[in-house]
């Protein structure tokens, strides 16, 4: 599933492909992943529009078009933009098609068609869009951080990947930030005391400033996230098996060493 830094990688993409380009033509080759607008008023909003610089809020991209309207994009669990050449071979996956001046193509390519294309046609209507979203997990400050975790009762990994509480992190990077802030990940959000939302703030933001440079949760042999495919893995950092189960419907890999039920 993309996470904030493939979206952060898709922002770079659309940046270098498409930011001052004017949109010579739309095709939408399947309308199931457009959301509450038509292929024929996405057309008419965006032909002859030129994009200006993207934006990134959490796991959201935002195309704006100057003072035009702003296409919304979310990449669910298969999306991706790719920059292409309007004479590339087309995927099976593509489903929308910008082409744009200069013989380049923006192309929104997803394979399961859980998310999509939105279109905004002003500050209120994205400010409505992304109203249910938590700051930004890259930009959160540390006293953000901790005020949007004070009223959380469940467990910590719950409240890492709740959209509401905090943009931007998926299963792999809290997975990745509890192993190394030494938490467990079924530890209650509210039991954390001072040092530990501390340590969970800084290993977040190292995490992601390494991840966003890579493009990705990086599959390092140094990184939990190297081994949580393993047939029987161990933690990269003491050698300890690790322990896979399923929190909130999504699969869970720690390292019962590194983070005890108390650190």
Request: hydrophobic fraction near 35%; include cysteine; aromatic fraction near 4%.
């Amino acid at each position: 599933m993309p996470e904030l830094p493939d979206v952060e990688g898709f922002r770079r993409v659309l940046e270098s492909c498409a930011r001052g380009r004017v949109v010579r033509r739309v095709d939408v080759r399947d309308t199931g992943v457009l959301h509450g607008v038509s292929a024929r008023r996405l057309r008419g909003a965006l032909e002859g529009r030129r994009f200006g610089k993207p934006e990134r809020h959490g796991k959201w991209l935002l195309a704006r078009t100057g003072d035009g309207p702003t296409l919304m994009l979310h990449f669910g669990m298969t999306g991706r933009l790719i920059c292409a050449d309007p004479d590339d071979a087309l995927d099976p996956h593509d489903r929308v098609l910008f082409t744009l001046a200069g013989g380049r193509q923006v192309r929104y390519r997803d394979q399961r068609k859980l998310q999509g294309l939105w279109l905004a046609d002003d500050d209120s209507a994205v400010a409505r869009l992304l109203e249910r979203q938590g700051p930004d997990a890259m930009a959160v400050s540390r006293e953000e951080f901790e005020t949007a975790l004070a009223g959380r009762r469940g467990h910590i990994k719950t409240a890492l990947t709740d959209q509401s509480v905090l943009a931007g992190l998926g299963n792999l990077l809290a997975d990745e930030i509890l192993w190394l802030a030494g938490l467990r990940p079924d530890r209650r959000a509210s039991d954390l005391g001072p040092a530990d939302r501390r340590r969970l703030y800084t290993q977040m933001r190292r995490t992601l400033r390494a991840a966003v440079a890579a493009g990705c949760v990086p599959p390092r042999d140094s990184w939990l996230t190297g081994h949580r495919d393993d047939p029987d893995p161990v933690c990269p950092r003491c050698g300890f098996p690790l322990r896979r189960t399923r929190m909130s419907g999504r699969g869970t890999v720690w390292c019962p060493r590194c983070q005890p039920s108390r650190s």
